[in-house]
């Protein structure tokens, strides 16, 4: 099965249209993705609007990018304090 990604958009739309009263069987088949998929949006998402999604997903697009850089920078720490260490 291809995957398909949808926008935060089309993924709040699909909440608010479950919210309004549309089956979650027939939304979920309508738009093409798993039951697991629409609880884990639900989970995610409900409550949330447009520019709060989009302020969330880009949020942790940076927590990830920074706790790939912490290692780097401890290890080059470390390293410095040997250099350090060792000369006097």
Same mark, same amino acid.
Request: a neutral charge.
């Given at each position: 099965m291809k =995957? /398909? =990604?949808? @926008?935060?958009?089309q993924i709040v739309g699909v909440l608010k249209q479950a919210e309004v009263g549309v089956p979650v069987a027939e939304?979920? =088949? /309508?738009?093409?993705? @798993? &039951? #697991?998929t629409y609880y884990r949006w639900k989970k995610?998402?409900?409550?949330?609007?447009?520019? #709060?999604? =989009? #302020?969330? /997903?880009?949020? #942790? &697009?940076?927590n990830a990018r920074l706790k790939r850089l912490v290692p780097d920078l401890t290890l080059d720490k470390?390293?410095?304090?040997?250099?350090?260490?060792k000369k006097f």
């Open positions: =995957r /398909k =990604r949808l @926008s935060v958009e939304l979920i =088949r /309508k738009v093409g993705i @798993s &039951e #697991q995610q998402y409900t409550g949330l609007e447009v520019d #709060q999604v =989009r #302020q969330l /997903k880009q949020l #942790q &697009e940076e470390v390293m410095l304090q040997d250099v350090l260490g």
